[in-house]
């Protein structure tokens, strides 16, 4: 069978037709770029058969604010914080349940404080601040493992003591046994301290940034 061949009007009637096609691709790709409404990119995926509670959530994971570094020592993780942004203020229903959702995950009562539009709750290192940002809010979890900073600064200071004490020692021979023995027993605890304490802070720091994020879910789910 042969290929169609098409008449003059078809071939006007076709180019025209596509014509009008790309104009409306262009006119749709210019609105793409000027920015979709949350309500228009539901409805889009409505029409590819996407839960419009799941295109909110997935808006709501791009809208979050960049992260904020953590502190770090040598490398080692001192400190997990963890910032959410919400599309509404919470109400004082949501803000108790978020306070029983925190002293359930931590297991740790806190102290909550309330000044104004700012929100707080906190127990020791670990704190949570509630404050106001454009129509929502946002929640800033933060927490430094302290005790293992002390520790690891602390061992640092006799290890360098150690070093000095030894320096001395090869300067000034006279003593130099006895200083020596010393020295040996000053780098020792010293090193056992910092081992102590930076040992701790890897799985401490994967259990709050496991908590955090189990918090953070929660606090995102559609109302």
Known sequence: MSERR???????AIFARASEEEQSSTRQLSAAREGLTLAELQEIGREAGIAPDRVAKAVRSLD????PAPPKFLGLPLGVSRTVKLDHRLTDEEWERLVVDLRATFDARGVVRTEGSLRHWANG?????VE????????????VKGNSRALMMGGLGMLGVAAVTTLAAMLFPMGASQALDNIGTIALMGAGMFTIGALRLPSWAKLRRQQMEEVAQRLTLPR
């Open 132 to 143: 106001p940002d454009g129509d929502g809010q946002r929640i800033r979890f933060r927490t």
């Open 64 to 67: 979050d604010v960049r992260q």
């Open 125 to 129: 290192n670990l704190q949570v601040l």
């Open 6 to 12: 098409y008449n003059d009007d078809e071939v006007a």
